[in-house]
């Protein structure tokens, strides 16, 4: 089976790369600790269904979330909303592109402009709670070509450049950990 490519994607290219990929996807394997063996309070860096797994977690055990293009974001008022308003720890959301420009005639489409869309809801309603949290848009920033796979990407280290940047605008000074 043959990759599609969107003209521009960042994906690499190729068989290997593809079956690289596959290779890489994990089933849902239960809970997890999510506690850093740092003393730290770790960043949770979470992608797609992942990001909902995280909003079930003890949210004072870290200090901030990466959510990349989660399949929706809580809703207001919901219980893992409240939760994130009274970790009061820094939201960022993370898209790429095809979304607002993706083909109409793929459900795909339609699913991560609501997606999208309900990221920003979440983001305005956390904002006017006092606790920072903002959506970003990778093509917005310059950034191009990017699937839902940004870690993926050929272009994935300036992706992690900018969520590091991010972070520390957020008022996170990120270290290198050792264990």
């Not at 960042?10 to 999510?34: E, L, V």
């Not at 919901?78 to 898209?95: D, G, H, N, T, W």
């Amino acid at each position: 089976m043959a990759l599609e490519r969107y003209a521009g994607s960042q994906f690499p290219q190729g068989a290997a790369a593809q079956n690289q990929f596959f290779r890489q996807m994990t089933p849902n394997t239960g809970s997890f600790d999510a506690r850093a063996k740092t003393g730290r309070k770790p960043v949770y860096i979470a992608h797609a269904q992942g990001c909902s797994v995280v909003f079930q977690t003890d949210l004072s055990e870290a200090s901030a979330l990466v959510l990349i293009e989660p399949g929706r974001a809580p809703q207001p008022g919901s219980p893992e909303f409240e939760a994130a308003a009274r970790a009061r720890i820094p939201v960022i959301f993370y898209y790429g592109d095809y979304i607002g420009n993706g083909p109409k005639d793929i459900d795909s489409t339609a699913f991560w402009q609501k997606s999208l869309e309900s990221a920003r809801v979440f983001a305005k309603a956390l904002s006017e709670r006092g606790v920072e949290c903002r959506v970003v848009s990778l093509p917005e920033k310059g950034i191009r070509g990017n699937s839902h796979f940004h870690f993926e990407e050929e272009n994935n280290a300036q992706i992690a450049s900018l969520m590091e940047a991010d972070l520390e605008q957020a008022g996170l000074r990120l270290e290198p950990l050792t264990f």
